[in-house]
């Protein structure tokens, strides 16, 4: 390929004779479009003041939104682009640095934020995850080439250094900063009654982020209440009681007669995906407590709730409800921290999520059946390189 413009952090690069490179593309608007597309790989230069870094990218998880993505629900070309390079799960190894980087050197492992800055204010202070800006910058996801491909080249400042002894869960770091964010923002919103010490959580879904969410709450030694669908045994209810919580099905208990018997609650963690599940964790939440909601329903269901008794509650027991999308680079080392604790309190457990390795960019098919249709999948990734 000569000639072509390519993306970069910044904007577009016309590079004529650039090296070339295979990645896992989509043409947004166009379901069903998820492709193996050619095009140039990138270069150091892109980066102004010499604070590029190029990453070899070793493996990348894939998730709902890729889905979407696939379905042409969601996501957007970067500019001059009729495809998009999906993959916003990363992990890599540093192949080079541009001039004027200190922080990391050739043969550092690394993770990548998602989220560009845009213009809002607080884009501005360096919380893009928290932008009102209408348009936002995500790679892989929106208007920015993801991770699936073979290099990518960054500014050092979106970069998340990992210990090597993470190396082999590390491509669980993505989905973990949207656990961590949420709970940070509960515990910092939370400063408001000055002797908030939670005690007992929920967890609402058993998915890969609600089992991360239940591991991140027991390392801060709360006593944690899973609700799924499924009837246990399973793996997702193993490895839920393997971290000394316990797993309930909402099949039988559901969530009012979970709350009497194990709330209630003073953190709940919504992250089943089904909305209606936000007006039962409202009424499952103890005095003073706070709701996270990290459900991305894209949907437009409509349900009856008993909207008098859940306000009064809420009013009368001082109680909070927040949303959460993304994580910054902040959420990104808390992250870091949480999983090296995980890998010292609960060996192995971080390894028994990655249930679906498809090996090399080639399989792309695989491993989109696998995401869609793969029983018992907690997380789906591809090996892109050893
Ligand atoms: C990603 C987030 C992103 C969100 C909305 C999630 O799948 O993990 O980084 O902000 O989708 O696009
Ligand atoms: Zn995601």
New binding site residues.
Partial sequence: MTGALTDSPTGRVARPNAPVMKAIAVIPGKPDSVHLAEMPRPELGEVPNGRGVLVKVLSVGV????KEINAAE?GAAPPGFDFLVIG??SFGRVEAVGANVTELVPGDFVVA???RPGHSIYDLIGTN?MTTDDV?Y?RG??LRHGYLAEYYVDDVEFLVKIPRGLKDVAVLL??T??VEKGIAQAYEIQRRLRVWHPRKAAVMGAGTIGLLAAMALRIRGLDVTVFGLDRKPYLNSDLIEALGARYESTRDLPIPAGAVRYGPFDLIFEATGFSPVVFESMQALAKNGVLVLSS?TGGDRMIEVPADRINLDFVLGNKVMVGT???NREYFEIGVKDLATCEAQYPGWLSRLLTHPVDGLANYQQLFELLTMGKDAIKVYCRVAD
């Fill in positions: 998730d709902g939104t890729d969601y916003h799960e934020t998602v989220r995850d936002y995500e996801i929106n993505e989905p900063t949207v991305v999308v993304n994580a």
